[in-house]
């Protein structure tokens, strides 16, 4: 709780800083309203283009604010009520803009944004907009960073905004999490505003990370895979799927690695510090394949065996083996997924087929998910053991 409430004195400093520097000289404090979030989603299906029949979509957007108020989060005087430590206010409207315009009738402060952390896009409203519309008013604006996160939720976006606690602030809590990175391979890398834009530009089907909304609470989720040529959401990976992401495009950065040990069927667990991953095309003729090389480095974080000695070589070569058949294991399901159920190349195979073999890739480019899914990939894994923590 700490954490979170000093996330919020550092919002509340952010605007005395601005204030003091005369980027907004003519407002007090009391009188802004910094955005630290926002959810976008799909309020009701229609024809978006149909105004004459008044069936056009509306879009809510829901702003999370951190103002003067709500940075006093301690117990007031004489009771035994806590201020909640920010403030949500939505709206809707036939596109971005005039939703946003039409909260200054509900807010009495100046909202900025150019602190903004995070925004949230709706399931409905990826299935159906591609995110150069919907983004097209935050990449617009001069006060929005394009350092800002988007992540897609699973059901409502604006849910992923509340909470029943306190002392949380749910967009400052989303961006945290998803920096734990360095700790479980569950986690997408974070893809910001600007990255995004590259990513868009490129026709390449691709994933962004996804948040569930959970009982007032909110849930680091899988992935969303977003289609090259529509931009739209196809559908979720898990967390299992996203583990295999990262080993395939070796870009997690720690975690774990669950599995037996087969003698006696008890948990040797496998922790991460290291991981690599070269993935190299092979064109013959009109064939095309691709090998996935993966190694890594790591430690026994724990195993349950009490008669094994983790010293002994031949205990640690049989976890090694144990730890890549699980690996090899997950790789191989999330190829599977990806090639026969969506048809999407969402791990680098194209990109890398581009930098080798550009002759090729100006072929096949233009079907290239179609292609990818009857694309032969062979995958090999070798992780080696080096540290045993402070016991044998």
């Known amino acids: 709780m700490k954490r979170f409430k000093t996330l919020s004195l550092a919002a509340l400093m952010a605007l005395s800083v601005l204030v003091m520097n005369g980027c907004w000289s003519s407002k007090e404090?009391?009188?802004?309203?910094?955005i630290i979030g926002t959810a976008l989603d799909l309020e009701e299906e229609g024809d978006f283009g149909d105004h004459e029949k008044g069936d056009q979509d509306l879009f809510r957007i829901t702003n999370q604010l951190v103002t003067a108020e709500t940075t006093d989060s301690g117990t007031q005087e004489g009771t035994s009520r806590r201020s909640q430590s920010?403030?949500?206010?939505s709206e809707t409207g036939e596109a971005i803009l005039p939703a946003v315009r039409k909260m200054t009738l509900r807010i009495d402060k100046r909202a900025f944004g150019v602190h903004s952390k995070v925004i949230v896009i709706g399931e409905d409203l990826a299935r159906n907009y591609n995110p150069e519309q919907v983004l097209d008013f935050f990449q617009r604006e001069q006060e929005m960073r394009?350092?800002?996160l988007i992540v897609v939720a699973k059901e409502s976006a604006r849910k992923t905004l509340e909470t029943d606690e306190?002392?949380?602030?749910?967009a400052i809590q989303i961006v945290e999490m998803i920096r734990d990175q360095d700790r479980t391979t569950k986690i997408m890398e974070p893809m910001s505003i600007t990255k995004l834009e590259a990513q868009l530009s490129s026709g390449i089907s691709f994933l962004l990370q996804s948040v569930l909304p959970e009982k007032g609470e909110r849930k680091l989720s899988g992935a969303a895979l977003i289609d090259g040529k529509t931009k739209m959401l196809r559908g979720f990976f898990n967390d299992e799927d996203i583990t295999g992401v990262n080993w395939i495009t070796g870009k997690g950065k720690g975690g774990l690695v669950s599995t037996f040990y087969e003698e006696n069927g008890q948990p040797v667990i496998y922790d991460i510090l290291k991981m690599d991953s070269k993935i190299k095309p092979r064109v013959d003729g009109s064939r095309i394949t691709f090998e996935v090389n993966i190694k890594s480095e790591g430690r026994i974080g724990e195993h349950w065996d009490v008669s094994a000695n983790t010293f002994d070589n031949k205990f640690l070569q049989k976890?090694?083996?144990a730890a890549e058949k699980e690996v090899e294991k997950l790789v191989k399901n999330v190829l599977a997924k990806a090639q026969e159920e969506y048809k999407m190349d969402v791990f680098g195979f194209g990109n890398r087929l581009r930098i080798e073999h550009p002759k090729v890739w100006k072929k096949v480019k233009e079907d290239w998910d179609q292609t990818f899914s009857e694309v032969p990939v062979n995958v090999t894994v070798e992780l080696t053991i080096k540290e045993f923590g402070t016991s044998g």
């Open 29 to 34: 404090i009391e009188e802004l309203g910094l």
């Open 86 to 89: 920010y403030k949500n206010i």
């Open 146 to 148: 394009p350092s800002a």
């Open 166 to 170: 306190p002392t949380v602030i749910p």
């Open 319 to 321: 976890a090694e083996k």
